[in-house]
């Protein structure tokens, strides 16, 4: 496990990029980019990819503090989270409960601003469900889904082609599957020997083209917040693909 993401300042980070209120990212008693504003929500705006209507089963790879998660709820009868993180999964597990969780914005040094992070209104706590666990080794047991979600995951994991691999096996026929990443590929999470030879886009369609039709290709900004002087503002690749009939056994 990368050791980082159980630390109280990403968790406390990403309560902040799942959570936070406009004015909580970018105070209103400055003037800020534009760009910088259409970045926020990110957890939402790539949950929206998938197609409208109601369906019965969801999945959440990567789901870090869970707002893609509850996001999916409000169309899903039962939406499964998975994280790797223990702290992202508790905290995630403590919303869903309908308590608030206490976490501190950075300012500059030393200096903090206690915020707390709701749930979306409006989404039943039993269509969710939160579960530690790891994208490169799932329970053979959990079935399929009509929509699976895997945001800003595949170059944060260290062997990425094992999950691509079992994603036919996870999305029923007919399902969506929605894959987000910054292609921001890094040592310190995956060897280079397990980075795509060629660039992501061309890497994981190979993997999904025998499975998959691609439906739509975008490129999603999104900011996390740092400090009151810095931040992250990343693109993430976006793509929606839709699971191909399987084939009749001979």
Known sequence: ?????????????????????????????????????????????????????????????????????????????HVLGID???????????????????????????????LLARAPAGIPAQRLTFRQGDAMNLDSNLGTFERVHAANLLCRISEPQRLVERLPSLVAPGGELVLATPCTWLEEFTPMENWPSGTTF???????????????????????????????????LVTLWRRKPCKPAV
């Open 1 to 77: 496990m990368n050791f980082m993401y159980e630390s109280r300042r990403l968790l406390s980070e990403y309560l902040l990029f799942h959570y936070g209120a406009v004015d909580e990212i970018l105070p209103s008693d400055r003037v800020w980019p534009s760009g910088m504003a259409a970045a926020l929500d990110f957890p939402c705006r790539t949950v929206a990819r998938f197609s409208p209507g109601r369906i019965s089963r969801g999945l959440d790879l990567g789901c870090a503090v869970g707002r893609s998660t509850f996001e999916m709820a409000r169309l899903c009868d």
């Open 84 to 114: 790797y993180s223990q702290a992202f999964i508790t905290a995630a597990e403590s919303l869903r409960r309908g308590e608030t969780v206490e976490y501190d914005r950075p300012e500059e040094g030393r200096l903090h601003t206690r």
């Open 202 to 236: 061309d890497w994981i369609e190979s993997l999904l083209a025998g499975f998959f039709v691609l439906q739509s290709r975008q490129e999603e900004p999104f900011l996390i917040r740092e400090t009151a002087r810095k931040f992250q503002w990343s693109s993430s």
